[in-house]
C-alpha cells in the first residue's frame, strides 16, 4: 500500500507510522482556528445574535455536527458522508498523504488480530493507547493526557464548552472533558453477517435504517458521549469512515450501477423534500436541527465569511463515494 494514494483502508492494517501521522494531524487541527472572535455578533432579521468565530478546526466538525443534528431519516447517510469528506480535505491540507481510514466494526478495537505492526511484523492491536487513540477501558473516564495536552479538553477550562443546549453553549469554547467507555465482550460487535445484509439489502431506505441501526449500536459499544458530544472524539471519524465504507459498498455493488446515479440512488426516498434540498450548514450556513427544531447559525458559511455555496443531497460529489479498500 502507498501513503498518499487516497484509499481509505482498516485503520490496522496501515503502517504504525501512517497512524501516528493521522493522530499527529488530529491534533494540530486543534491549533489552528477559523476567523473571528467567541463572541462576534450578527444581526439577524433585527436581533442580534452571538454566531462565534476562532472555532478550531477540529471543534467546527463537533459544532455542525450539534447544529445540523441530521439522524433517522434517510439523509443520515449522504449527510454524514459529506461531513467526513470535509474534514478529510481538511486533513490533507495539513498532510495531503493521509486518508481517513477506517475501523471495521467487526473487530475488537482493543485487540485487532493480524494487525499490521510494523517492519512486516503482524500480530494483535489495541486501538486504544497513549500512542494512537487514548483511553478505552470498561468505566467511563477521559481519553488521556496526549489529547489533553493538546487542547481537546481542560478541566480548568473557564468557560468550559457546554452540551449544546445549554445556557453559555459556545463552539468557541474547550471541553472540560472529553470521556469515552469501550463496552465488552466482543459478541456485542457487528456480525460479518450484518454488514452482508446491510450490503445486500435491495432498496436505499431499507439499507440505510439497517446502517444506521448498527452505527447506533457501535455508538453504544463505544461510548463517545450522546449525539451532541460525541464529535468531539477523535475515535467517532474512525466509526463513521466505516459506515460510510458500507454505503459505497453498498453502491458499488456490480449489478447495481444505478446506485451511482444522482436521480437513482435513494430509490423511493428520492422524492424526500429534504433529499432534493441543500445540505447545511455548508449550503448558507442557515440550518434547523431535525429534533427540536431550532435555528442555527454556522460560520464561515453564515455571516460575516458567507462562504456558503449551495450544495445538494444529490449533487455527484456526495453520490460519489471516495475510494476504499474493502477486506475480501
Known amino acids: 500500500m502507498t501513503l498518499g494514494d487516497g484509499i481509505r483502508r482498516n485503520i490496522a492494517s496501515v503502517d504504525p507510522m501512517e497512524r ?31 454566531v462565534p468565530g476562532g472555532v478550531t478546526w477540529w471543534f467546527k466538525q463537533d459544532e455542525i455536527h450539534t447544529v445540523t443534528h441530521v439522524h433517522g431519516g434517510p439523509e443520515f447517510l449522504p449527510w454524514h458522508r459529506l461531513l467526513i469528506n470535509w474534514f478529510e480535505d481538511l486533513l490533507r491540507v495539513i498532510d495531503p498523504r ?4 477506517y475501523w471495521d466494526w ?22 486504544f493507547t497513549d500512542d494512537f487513540m487514548g483511553y478505552g477501558g470498561h468505566a467511563k473516564k477521559p481519553i488521556g493526557p496526549k489529547w489533553r495536552a493538546a487542547g ?78 460525541s464529535f468531539r472524539d477523535p475515535f467517532v471519524f474512525l466509526l463513521h469512515s466505516n459506515v460510510d465504507r458500507l454505503f459505497a459498498r453498498w453502491q458499488t ?5 444505478e446506485r451511482l446515479h444522482p436521480d437513482h440512488v435513494y430509490g423511493r426516498a428520492s422524492h424526500n423534500r429534504h433529499l432534493n434540498g441543500n445540505i447545511e450548514p455548508w449550503s ?42 474493502h477486506p475480501s
Request: proline fraction near 7%; charge should be neutral.
Open 20 to 50: 501516528t501521522l493521522l493522530r499527529d494531524a488530529f491534533m494540530k487541527m486543534n491549533r489552528l482556528k477559523w476567523n473571528g472572535n467567541r463572541d462576534d455578533p450578527v444581526t439577524i432579521n433585527g436581533v442580534s445574535h452571538s
Open 284 to 325: 448558507t450556513g442557515h440550518s434547523k436541527d431535525n429534533e427540536f427544531h431550532l435555528d442555527h447559525y454556522t460560520r464561515p458559511w453564515y455571516k460575516t465569511e458567507r462562504l456558503g455555496v449551495p450544495i445538494k443531497y444529490k449533487d455527484p460529489s456526495i453520490v460519489t463515494p471516495r475510494r476504499y479498500h
Open 98 to 101: 493521509l486518508s481517513l481510514h
Open 152 to 229: 481537546f479538553y481542560d478541566p480548568d477550562a473557564n468557560p468550559a464548552r457546554k452540551g449544546p443546549f445549554d445556557d453559555g453553549y459556545n463552539a468557541a469554547d474547550t471541553p472540560a472533558s472529553v470521556e469515552r467507555s469501550v463496552a465488552g465482550p466482543g459478541s456485542l460487535l457487528v456480525k460479518k453477517s450484518e454488514d452482508r445484509a446491510v450490503v445486500a439489502a435491495d432498496e436505499y431506505l431499507a439499507m440505510s435504517v439497517q446502517l444506521e441501526h448498527l452505527h447506533d449500536n457501535m455508538h453504544g459499544y463505544v461510548d463517545m458521549g450522546d449525539r451532541h458530544t
Open 253 to 257: 455493488q456490480p449489478r447495481h450501477k
Open 106 to 127: 467487526t473487530e475488537d478495537p482493543r485487540n485487532i488480530l493480524h494487525a499490521n505492526l510494523g517492519g512486516g511484523r503482524t500480530g494483535p492491536l489495541n486501538l
